[in-house]
């Protein structure tokens, strides 16, 4: 337009061409008429000339050789122009995290500070002295405690009403990663224990029928055959009248049990029977090594937990858990390959006393497999459940049962107390075996493990971590992405006492709900708490009835003065050493 006003001539010459063209396409433009506008295109290409709108135009020459490395310098320089903003954003949004929670938890009183460790030198040291650590900081420091584990703030809460919060409030249900997923599910694979949201609910949903009364009442019948197997063990050693740590052979009875129930082995239990004698041990070591490395946050990076002492022991761990799952769940669809195509299966065990073949009980796996969700559950999901309730089932149960009769050892007049009740109810028989009748009756027994679970609760800790600030009701403020850290021990503890008519109902009445959790609460309490329970009765039934167990000389005279090992799951410090 602008080379048309200062050139009238040519701009009189294009309109003439102009008027040829229009009267020849009456009044539409197609390709053919422009095409015959030869001095409108002549214009255009002389105003290209004038200028093309391209201020500079450079050229650089780079020599032949730059083919070779131009490419990936161009990329890495890309890459670098991506990230260095992601990158300067995400520290300033965790800068912004830490200043928050550093002024939320001001008025929350924790041990002494320092940069880069935090408070780590408060709870450094060796693994069975972290119990008696935590015991004195929270003794020193009151209910509600913060530490600082490098740059990780950790709040321990332990007044009942905190805890019923903690359990209940939606904004408090999900598990921590550092403290579980990082250090678990390299091992364990994903499972209730460590999953958390949409999830965590459908996979409850498919283990909880799992878990019924009807299904754990079939279960007897095992329960009953390995508490008898761990009886006969008991006296040989009562006969030879020596010093013995009954925490293995608790650990052998359980682990028995838990094959049989969980994983359906019964009939095929000999082809895996040293595979499971790995696993017992493998278990045993095993949450104590994710503990170790679920509590430093450094080893949260492979990494640096490569480079750690403990790194090939844990992987044999892993390699001695994935092959015995691997192993169960292919006899387990071989055996219904078999039915499918009408072979025989296996014939189950016979009667005694008839002769005929006793029905043989559907286990856990068993019932998921042949729910309608239990099928949706892919392989990988199917065996990290098998690993989580394994390893569950095996060391908490174990633990526990070792605890008790540990404490019976100590308290005699318990033992006698105990004894008097068996004798009541199985009629002074002390070879029947343990009837679902008989569970009912066991006022005092289940009192007296329930004492036992006071003080010394399979999982010595929970954890939580909030999407959102949350205030307790004590005043304290949790805030977003901590780890609320809450230990039954520290809400247990109090009285220390050991009485197990603490739990007739008149005494409980009026007690705080929360003031006993040796299971956890909530929407993510133990999923196989009355299994469990229902299995330490019948043993201890069984056991007590048969044997009179004491400490040996030179062993605790008090419940208070036992020792135990935080883990996952807590141990006995150096053994529960009975005669």
């Not at 937990?305 to 790194?311: A, D, I, T, V």
């Amino acid at each position: 337009m602008l080379c048309y006003a200062t050139m009238p001539g040519v701009q009189q010459n294009k309109q003439v061409a102009l008027e040829h063209v229009q009267r020849r396409s009456e009044g539409g433009a197609s390709g053919q008429v422009l095409s015959e506008g030869e001095p409108m295109s002549c214009a255009v290409r002389g105003t290209l000339d004038a200028g093309d709108g391209v201020v500079v135009r450079a050229a650089l020459w780079l020599p032949a050789a730059a083919a070779q490395w131009l490419p990936a310098a161009a990329l890495w320089l890309l890459t670098a122009a991506l990230w260095l903003p992601a990158a300067a954003l995400w520290l300033l949004t965790a800068a912004r995290e830490l200043l928050h929670q550093l002024w939320v938890t001001r008025d929350i009183p924790g041990p002494p500070s320092y940069p880069l460790i935090g408070s780590f030198l408060a709870v450094a040291g060796p693994q069975d002295e972290l119990y008696d650590k935590l015991v004195a900081l929270r003794a020193e420091l009151g209910p509600t405690v913060k530490l600082w584990l490098g740059p990780v703030l950790v709040v321990i809460v332990s007044r009942p009403t905190d805890l019923e919060l903690v359990f209940k409030d939606p904004r408090l249900q999900n598990k921590p990663w550092i403290m579980y997923a990082s250090s678990m599910e390299p091992c364990l694979g994903a499972g209730l224990i460590t999953m958390n949201g949409d999830d965590y609910r459908r996979h409850r949903r498919i283990i909880s029928p799992s878990f019924a009364q009807n299904v754990l009442h079939s279960f007897a019948p095992s329960f009953n055959a390995n508490a008898q197997r761990l009886g006969e063990r008991l006296g040989e050693l009562a006969d030879s009248g020596e010093v013995f740590d009954v925490a293995p052979l608790s650990r052998m009875c359980t682990s028995h049990t838990v094959c049989e129930t969980v994983l359906s082995l019964t009939a095929d239990s000999s082809r895996l029977e040293s595979d499971r004698l790995a696993v017992v041990q493998a278990v045993y070591r095993g949450v104590t090594l994710m503990f170790h490395r679920g509590i430093r946050p450094w080893y949260r990076w492979d990494t640096l937990f490569r480079l750690s002492k403990n790194y090939n022991e844990y992987q044999e761990m892993v390699r001695v858990g994935d092959s015995f799952v691997s192993k169960v769940l292919d006899l387990k669809m071989e055996s219904k390959t078999q039915e499918g195509q009408g072979q025989a299966a296996q014939p189950d065990a016979a009667d005694p006393d008839t002769g005929t073949p006793a029905k043989r009980n559907k286990a856990f796996l068993d019932h998921i497999l042949s729910s309608e969700e239990g099928k949706t559950l892919t392989k990988d999901e199917l065996s990290g459940e098998l690993k989580h309730l394994v390893a569950a089932a095996n060391s908490t149960t174990s633990d526990t049962l070792a605890f008790f009769l540990y404490c019976m050892a100590i308290r005699q007049d318990v033992q006698d107390k105990v004894l008097e009740e068996l004798d009541a109810v199985f009629e002074g028989d002390r070879t029947r075996e343990v009837e679902l009748d008989d569970l009912p009756k066991l006022k005092y027994l289940e009192r007296t493990f329930k004492e036992t679970l006071r003080y010394f609760a399979p999982a010595p800790i929970y954890a939580r971590q909030p999407d959102r600030d949350v205030k307790l009701p004590s005043g304290a403020t949790l805030p977003k992405g901590c780890v609320v850290l809450v230990s039954p021990h520290f809400t247990h503890k109090d009285p220390e006492v050991f009485d197990p008519d603490r739990f007739l109902p008149e005494r409980a009445a009026g007690r705080h709900p929360h003031a006993f959790i040796p299971f956890s609460a909530g929407t993510r309490s133990c999923i196989g708490q009355r299994f469990v329970l229902m299995f330490l009765k019948t043993a201890a039934a069984t056991l007590l009835r048969r044997y009179h167990v004491t400490v040996p000389e030179g062993g605790p005279r008090r419940v208070r003065d036992i020792k135990p090992i935080f883990s996952l799951t807590l141990h006995v410090k150096g053994g529960a050493r009975i005669r």
